[in-house]
């Protein structure tokens, strides 16, 4: 069962446009989302992340949207660069799973961004 | 620092073989550390998780197996590889505020 997906497998945008990747989650109990970055043959980088006491944080070009009833997030990045073509990982945690106030994360499958120049 | 060591980079190993990979990391004790694996096409998966020496959980039945004889030392291991067991592996921890990577081993069983 995959409780968080991330249903486009690549997205592709020109240099200067908005990038928008989506995720949706099926566990209520999820209450943490985080977006993580990847370059090939190298570990996720953290972007960004959103309590779901929250429905909006941002971070330079990077912009996280949660909609829990819809049970729903969002990454936007505007502009969007050639430098940010990777892939792009949604995560969410619930609390207390593992003893820390992140604890077990888990994964979409990942959307390929490519920004061409 | 908040720093993952992983080793090898990469790895081709025959079916049937063993595997152990290490990863040590540095900064706050008593890290959460985890196993996750990114199969072609696939998101990553948490293999397995270890809150302290000697405590490991397992997420998915498999032919991998993970010990923790250290505070800061995570180690994967297989008696006999699967071509299946093919993949990017992570180790990743918590504490200290975070969630941080290592910079992964990609195997490839043959």
């Known amino acids: 069962d995959q409780q968080v997906k991330q249903n486009s497998p690549s997205l592709s945008v020109q240099e200067g446009r908005i990038s928008i990747l989506n995720c949706d989650y099926t566990n209520s109990m999820f209450d943490y989302f985080l977006w993580y970055k990847k370059y090939p043959a190298e570990g996720p980088t953290f972007l960004i992340s959103?309590?779901?006491?929250?429905d909006k944080n941002e971070d330079g070009r990077f912009t996280v949207f949660l909609n829990k009833s819809a049970k729903h997030l969002s990454l936007h990045i505007v502009p969007s660069q050639p430098g940010d073509s990777a892939v792009y990982f949604c995560?969410?945690?619930?609390?207390?799973?593992?003893?820390?106030?992140?604890?077990?994360?888990?994964f979409g499958q990942g959307t390929i961004l490519t920004v061409h120049p | 620092s908040q720093t993952i060591h992983q080793w090898p980079a990469t790895l081709v190993q025959p079916v049937g073989s063993p595997l152990s990979l290490e990863c040590t990391v540095e900064?706050?004790?008593?890290?959460?550390l985890y196993w996750y694996r990114q199969a072609a096409g696939r998101g990553l998966q948490l293999l397995f998780y270890?809150?302290?020496?000697?405590?490991i959980s397992s997420e998915v039945p498999q032919n991998l197996s993970a010990s923790r004889p250290q505070d800061r030392q995570f180690i994967l291991s297989s008696k006999k590889l699967l071509l299946s067991d093919s993949g990017f592996y992570l180790c990743a921890r918590t504490g200290g505020g975070g969630y941080t990577f290592g910079s992964g081993t990609r195997l490839t069983v043959v």
């Open positions: 270890s809150v302290g020496i000697g405590q």
């Open positions: 900064g706050t004790s008593n890290p959460n």
């Open positions: 995560a969410a945690s619930g609390k207390n799973a593992g003893g820390t106030s992140y604890g077990k994360l888990t």
């Open positions: 959103i309590s779901s006491i929250k």
